[in-house]
């Protein structure tokens, strides 16, 4: 069973410009989140969706992130404009339908300079 | 608010001995608390999940413990290797969802 795909791995930019990072979940998986590892910290939950909806993105910095799903399968996860404090690893998670186990990707490694 | 902490200094341990890694939670009382392994560069790789109604859950060189009254798991890993050199991150369910929420993970370092 192939895991959870995400790219690009790595992508520097500068600050003020944009960025998109994509994820293909699990096969059939209809649960998606996305969250956000700055150096040294867990990661934090920045947006989950089931299917094609959004179920919780109340700590999405709406003003400069924003993400879809369009066909309820990948999703894109994009921000614009980047700031410094926005270096982090972008990880993208997938859950089926049975169980509570969630399978993240490799992650996305974004540095803003 | 909900909080997940464990220790944020490195476990350092010779290689055979036991690790015993901490997760402390408070303002909250989790359905179930989770286990994951991060290697550097890696994305989290799901350990071990504990219900509130177990005490302890084993697999293989693994140990969790889970402790409602004190609000703690505990996570052992026997006859420790090199190998199991990594951060382990401790997470537990948000409110009444499946959304995890995580510690900042405990590196552990196992000297040959």
């Known amino acids: 069973e192939a895991g959870v795909a995400q790219s690009p791995r790595y992508k520097i930019i500068e600050k003020r410009q944009s960025v998109a990072f994509w994820c293909n979940p699990i096969s059939g998986h209809a649960t998606l989140y996305w969250y956000q590892q700055i150096l040294g910290q867990g990661p934090k939950l920045l947006i989950q969706?089931?299917?094609?909806?959004?179920?919780?993105d109340s700590q999405l910095p709406k003003d400069r992130f924003s993400a879809e799903r369009l066909k309820g399968v990948d999703s894109t996860l994009k921000i614009q404009p980047a700031k410094l404090e926005d270096s982090a690893v972008y990880l993208c998670a997938s859950r089926g339908s049975s169980g509570n186990t969630i399978y993240f990707g490799e992650g996305s490694w974004l540095t803003v300079v | 608010s909900q909080k997940i902490e464990q220790n944020s200094e490195a476990l350092n341990i010779q290689e055979g001995k036991t690790a015993t890694l901490t997760c402390n939670y408070t303002n909250y009382s989790p359905a179930y608390l989770q286990w994951y392994r991060q290697d550097p560069g890696r994305g989290p790789v799901f350990l071990l999940l504990?219900?509130?109604?177990?005490k302890e859950k084993r697999k293989e060189r693994l140990k969790v413990t889970f402790d409602t009254t004190l609000k703690q798991s505990l996570f052992h890993i026997t006859a420790s290797q090199p190998a199991d050199s990594a951060t382990y991150l401790c997470?537990?369910?948000?409110?009444?969802?499946?959304?995890?929420?995580f510690g900042r993970g405990t590196s552990l370092i196992v000297h040959p």
């Open positions: 504990i219900r509130e109604n177990e």
């Open positions: 969706f089931q299917n094609n909806g959004v179920v919780d």
């Open positions: 997470a537990f369910p948000r409110g009444g969802s499946y959304i995890p929420t």
